[in-house]
């Protein structure tokens, strides 16, 4: 028992100085409070783009553009879907035009005009400026393109510069421009081209009094070679007037008609041609010669005047169809049979027996009476000539109507008389540009050139001296 209790107290002094020779023990620190976080603020929405008309507003340097499209009811189109790409001119661009433009073009009475000037500020789809710079030209919304250029860094819309690019909207872009685009006007058509011109006058009279007016301000598109006022002056005097009449309404209309070709054939495609069909349904013939271009004899003198329905050439000379210019495959007498106004003088020809004569070499130059002519004899006249009876007075008729040789228009006005194959002289007058046989007999139309000789036209018949 002893012994166990000494046991004991040495073990347990052994524990104290183990106890005393351990280090100090760690105390166990406080546990300290968690801080609260803070709390997140929540990011606001971006703000939606405006569409380019909401954009333009906000701006405040497109007042007078925002005003011109409400004036001009375009308010909702360019707030719609688009894509759009607008070329605006700000206040100060809108300021550059005329004094009174504006307030004039903001006029009820002028939307429309007001709408296309707007629309030609608008092209379709989203074109940013990196691709604007690779184009040469755009087209509007109104139809009609505007040219694009770069120059020294700046890119300009026909002559305006865009000043501010990529003004991203909603629906579309906007590109600020410093100037106001304005739409080249409107071709007119050829008729309208020619009275605008000055120097159609002549031209625009016949087209009136042919009634072909609104033929040729159709839609066509038609090839005009059209004769100046100096080239129908080149006519025989009194020719002109003589066409203009009413019952010559018909020859005009074939003649002008023989002037015009359907399809519209640029100067570059014209000297490619030999010949060219025209609307009357008688081919021109074309040629270059010496760096000219001639349509039959008529020389072309300015080519390529484009019209909205097609273009105008214009002639030095008047064009004369076959029938009123050379014939020179068929007789006098095959002439006058094709031309149809001279029925009279035909059946007076074959029931003189003179169809064989006047079909003969000659050359002879003839003026020759329409059947309006023979009218204007007494009545009963003609049916008496025509008599077998009558035979040798018709044919001295006939014969005084002729004369040897073929004698031009130009040259019958510098005689004062001519003989004729009856023997017996017509005299020859010019008053007031016109030409006269024996005084009173009028030389309506002239130089119906045929293959045996010359026609001239008269408005009565001439009947020889007793």
Same mark, same amino acid.
């Given at each position: !028992?002893?012994?166990?209790?000494?046991?004991?107290?040495?073990?347990?002094?052994?524990?104290?100085?183990?106890?005393?020779?351990?280090?100090? #023990?760690?105390?166990?620190?406080?546990?300290?409070? $968690? %801080?609260?976080?803070?709390?997140? #603020?929540?990011?606001?929405?971006?703000?939606?783009?405006?569409?380019?008309?909401?954009?333009?507003?906000?701006?405040?340097?497109?007042?007078?553009?925002? =005003?011109?499209?409400?004036?001009?009811?375009? +308010?909702?189109?360019?707030?719609? %879907?688009?894509?759009?790409?607008?070329?605006?001119?700000?206040?100060? =661009?809108?300021?550059?035009?005329?004094?009174?433009? /504006?307030?004039?073009?903001?006029?009820?009475?002028?939307?429309?005009?007001?709408?296309?000037?707007?629309?030609?500020?608008?092209?379709?789809?989203?074109? &940013?400026?990196?691709?604007?710079?690779?184009?040469?030209?755009?087209?509007?919304?109104?139809?009609?393109?505007? &040219?694009?250029?770069?120059?020294?860094?700046?890119?300009?819309?026909?002559?305006?510069?865009?000043?501010?690019?990529?003004?991203?909207?909603?629906?579309?872009?906007? @590109?600020?421009?410093?100037?106001?685009?304005?739409?080249? *006007?409107?071709? =007119?058509?050829?008729?309208?081209?020619? +009275? #605008?011109?000055?120097?159609?006058?002549?031209?625009?009279?016949?087209?009136?009094?042919?009634?072909?007016?609104?033929?040729?301000?159709?839609?066509?598109?038609?090839?005009?070679? =059209?004769? $100046?006022?100096?080239?129908?002056?080149?006519?025989?005097?009194?020719? /002109?007037?003589?066409?203009?009449?009413?019952?010559?309404?018909?020859?005009?209309?074939?003649?002008?008609?023989?002037?015009?070709?359907?399809?519209?054939?640029?100067?570059?495609?014209?000297?490619?041609? $030999?010949?060219?069909?025209?609307?009357?349904?008688?081919?021109?013939?074309?040629?270059?010669? !010496?760096?000219?271009?001639?349509?039959?004899?008529?020389?072309?003198?300015?080519?390529?005047?484009?019209?909205?329905?097609?273009?105008? @050439?214009?002639?030095?000379?008047?064009?004369?169809?076959?029938?009123?210019? %050379?014939? !020179?495959?068929? $007789?006098?007498?095959?002439?006058?049979?094709?031309?149809?106004?001279?029925?009279?003088?035909?059946?007076?020809?074959?029931? *003189?027996?003179?169809?064989?004569?006047?079909?003969?070499?000659?050359?002879?130059?003839?003026? *020759?009476?329409?059947?309006?002519?023979?009218?204007?004899?007494?009545?009963?006249?003609?049916?008496?000539?025509?008599?077998?009876?009558?035979?040798?007075?018709?044919?001295?008729?006939?014969?005084? @109507?002729?004369?040897?040789?073929?004698? &031009?228009? %130009?040259?019958?006005?510098?005689?004062?008389?001519?003989?004729?194959?009856?023997?017996?002289?017509?005299?020859?007058?010019?008053?007031?540009?016109?030409?006269?046989?024996?005084?009173?007999?009028?030389?309506?139309?002239?130089?119906?050139?045929?293959?045996?000789?010359?026609? @001239?036209? /008269?408005?009565?018949?001439?009947?020889? *001296?007793?």
């Amino acid at each position: !028992m002893k012994r166990f209790t000494t046991i004991l107290s040495v073990l347990l002094v052994a524990v104290f100085v183990l106890a005393a020779c351990a280090p100090a #023990a760690t105390p166990t620190p406080a546990p300290k409070p $968690t %801080a609260m976080p803070a709390p997140t #603020a929540t990011p606001e929405p971006a703000p939606k783009p405006m569409d380019i008309v909401d954009t333009a507003v906000a701006d405040g340097r497109f007042k007078t553009l925002a =005003a011109a499209l409400g004036a001009a009811g375009l +308010v909702e189109t360019l707030k719609g %879907a688009g894509p759009f790409t607008v070329f605006a001119p700000t206040d100060e =661009a809108f300021a550059k035009l005329p004094t009174g433009t /504006i307030d004039e073009l903001l006029k009820p009475e002028n939307k429309q005009k007001l709408t296309d000037i707007l629309l030609y500020h608008v092209v379709s789809g989203k074109v &940013m400026a990196a691709d604007v710079v690779k184009l040469t030209s755009a087209a509007t919304v109104l139809g009609k393109d505007v &040219m694009v250029k770069v120059d020294m860094g700046n890119v300009y819309v026909n002559e305006s510069k865009v000043v501010i690019t990529d003004i991203v909207t909603s629906n579309g872009i906007i @590109h600020v421009i410093d100037s106001v685009l304005l739409p080249p *006007a409107d071709k =007119a058509d050829i008729v309208d081209t020619a +009275v #605008a011109d000055g120097r159609f006058k002549t031209l625009a009279a016949a087209l009136g009094a042919a009634g072909l007016v609104e033929t040729l301000q159709g839609a066509g598109p038609f090839t005009v070679f =059209a004769p $100046t006022d100096e080239a129908f002056a080149k006519l025989p005097a009194g020719t /002109i007037d003589e066409l203009l009449k009413p019952e010559n309404k018909q020859k005009l209309t074939d003649i002008l008609l023989y002037h015009v070709v359907s399809g519209k054939v640029m100067a570059a495609d014209v000297t490619s041609l $030999t010949s060219a069909t025209t609307v009357l349904g008688k081919d021109v013939t074309v040629k270059v010669d !010496m760096g000219s271009v001639y349509i039959n004899d008529a020389k072309v003198i300015i080519t390529d005047i484009e019209a909205s329905n097609g273009v105008i @050439h214009v002639i030095d000379s008047v064009l004369l169809p076959p029938a009123e210019g %050379a014939m !020179m495959d068929k $007789t006098i007498v095959d002439v006058a049979v094709a031309d149809g106004r001279f029925k009279t003088l035909v059946a007076a020809l074959g029931a *003189a027996g003179l169809v064989e004569t006047l079909q003969g070499a000659g050359p002879f130059t003839v003026f *020759a009476p329409t059947d309006d002519a023979f009218a204007k004899l007494p009545a009963g006249t003609i049916d008496t000539l025509l008599k077998p009876e009558n035979k040798q007075k018709l044919t001295d008729i006939l014969l005084y @109507h002729v004369v040897s040789g073929k004698v &031009m228009a %130009a040259d019958v006005v510098k005689l004062t008389s001519a003989p004729t194959v009856l023997g017996k002289d017509v005299t020859i007058t010019v008053k007031d540009g016109k030409v006269f046989l024996n005084g009173t007999v009028q030389v309506i139309i002239t130089d119906i050139e045929t293959s045996n000789g010359v026609i @001239h036209v /008269i408005d009565a018949v001439l009947l020889p *001296a007793k």
